[in-house]
């Protein structure tokens, strides 16, 4: 314990010393910040681009890995909203790196709306919503008529008019993404061809009454709900769908669900703030690992355990497709 507590003493008391003696060009350029949320998604990036030079980050969740050349960043955040705010949070104040023009790019899992896409598919996204910030009712509860115990903030029903484009009550629901930089990012890879195998085609095979479910994995544009809670099923997805056109104003449209971006994009706003970073290069790109409704012939509870069983086997293979429940549950 007294090792450890003196490694960070160590630690902190070199940061503070960087902060002071780093003059602005002695510092670590960066043009493109790579953001994933646990290792296995940045693993293809460090051998591949490669991102070789491993750096120690000691006020994060691992360490960074960087392209001296290409001046390319890799973060691996921790999976959920608070994990990611805070490592994103902790790389914009380092006093060893340039970002304050470094376009961030997360590149990450996610589940997919079987009616926008199918699995292995890719979306870009033009809106991040937080899927957290509400007011519940148990759904067993709930009045006659409700579709959903969610209840958005300052509201007291589902759905509640007038709407609250993007805020409620001084709470932040929405991260409104620069919409051309995601159109040119779309146009430059929308005609690349995804991979498929026997694997994929099994899966969508369970969704017989989702057109877009069952085509090969694709390219989109597509928004997404950040939520900390791992839900499943026709009715919230229903709920999701409804979540963000109304948080939106009808603007943006579900596609993805996934853990960390609201705070990836909170702590971008107010990085940017103070000139550390620029929220208007974020870019969200996240790649269908699942559907997040049950396919054809089960409940969602069947879903959950099913998919559970197979993330843990799935891992003992080194499997990229359920990754997103093997870090949590295996």
């Not at 997919?112 to 937080?130: L, Y």
């Not at 007011?135 to 008529?145: C, F, S, T």
């Not at 997040?292 to 891992?315: D, Y």
Request: proline content about 6%; overall charge neutral.
């Amino acid at each position: 314990m007294k090792f450890i507590q003196c490694t960070a003493v160590i630690a902190i008391a070199t940061l503070t010393f960087l902060a002071v003696s780093l003059r602005a060009d002695d510092r670590i350029p960066v043009k493109v910040v790579v953001v994933a949320t646990f290792d296995n998604e940045l693993q293809n990036w460090i051998t591949n681009l490669p991102l070789a030079q491993a750096l120690p980050f000691p006020q994060g969740y691992r360490p960074l890995y960087y392209n001296s050349k290409l001046q390319v960043l890799g973060i691996i955040t921790g999976e959920g909203k608070s994990h990611a705010a805070a490592s994103i949070m902790g790389l914009g104040f380092d006093p060893r790196f340039d970002l304050s023009r470094a376009y961030w790019l997360v590149a990450a899992i996610a589940g997919v709306d079987p009616n926008k896409a199918s699995v292995g598919s890719t979306a870009w996204a033009k809106f991040i919503v937080d899927g957290d910030l509400s007011y519940q009712i148990d759904a067993r509860e709930i009045p006659a008529g409700w579709s959903t115990g969610y209840v958005p903030l300052g509201r007291s029903s589902p759905y509640q008019l007038p709407s609250q484009p993007f805020n409620s009550n001084g709470v932040q629901q929405v991260y409104q993404l620069d919409a051309s930089l995601a159109d040119f990012a779309f146009r430059l890879t929308a005609k690349v061809a995804l991979p498929d195998d026997t694997n994929l085609q099994q899966v969508r095979n369970g969704y017989p009454g989702f057109p877009n479910a069952l085509k090969p994995p694709f390219v989109l544009e597509g928004d997404e709900l950040a939520a900390d809670t791992f839900w499943f099923g026709d009715l919230l997805n229903s709920w999701a769908e409804n979540w963000i056109s109304y948080w939106t104003v009808g603007r943006g449209s579900f596609a993805t669900s996934a853990f960390e971006d609201a705070g990836v994009g909170q702590a971008l706003q107010f990085l940017s703030q103070v000139g550390r970073a620029d929220q208007n290069r974020l870019l969200v790109l996240r790649g269908a690992s699942g559907y997040t409704v049950q396919p054809q012939g089960e409940t969602p509870a069947q879903f959950l355990a099913i998919e559970i069983r197979a993330a843990c086997r799935a891992s003992r293979k080194r499997s990229m497709i359920f990754t997103r429940w093997v870090a949590s549950w295996c």
